[in-house]
């Protein structure tokens, strides 16, 4: 987290100073700042400007034609698992689980892509016109589920988000 925050400093700064000042405090932790720190173990950094965000006066737009617009968004997908629901319960006694999803667009050609789930990261190939997925004997406890679309070539084009869900198969005792 520490690793993102300062890397995302070091893209932002630069636009708003020239100057960067760089220092790492009694805990060991660094800081950036377009001023100086009140300790002296501050280190002036300068910054050169990167091409193309120099001249803050121009404009560039890129026009669509509604051809370019309508194969953009073809291409643009949300995907969801819509049952079982986050955090469901699934009493079966043979473990299996009947996994829903929806995307959005819907598929208008679904033989054109995969879907996929993935139970606790494993993949399974499922029925892209049904848009369901049977996984079979899922051990007890918790799984997590996540849904894939890809394209022909194998490339992700959405991903769900992850959900838990909890299996129960009952012990028989004998």
Known sequence: MKLKILLLGLFVLPVFAESIYVWTDAKGVMHFS?????????????????????????????ATTPAQQSSQDQNTYN?????????????????????????????????????????????QTCDTTSMSCSLTNVYRGAHNL?????????????????????VFRPISKS
């Open 79 to 123: 995907i969801n698992i819509i049952s079982p629901s986050a955090g469901a319960t699934i009493r079966n006694g043979m473990g299996d689980v009947e996994v829903s999803i929806e995307t959005s667009p819907a598929l208008d050609n679904p033989t054109q892509y995969q879907l996929n789930v993935l139970l606790d990261g494993n993949s």
């Open 146 to 166: 996540q849904a894939q679309l890809l394209d022909q070539s194998g490339k992700i084009l959405a991903s769900s988000q992850g959900i838990t869900v909890f």
């Open 34 to 62: 377009d001023k100086p720190s009140d300790s002296q173990n501050s280190v002036k950094t300068t910054i050169e400007m990167p091409t193309g965000i120099e001249n803050t006066n121009s404009v560039q737009t890129t």
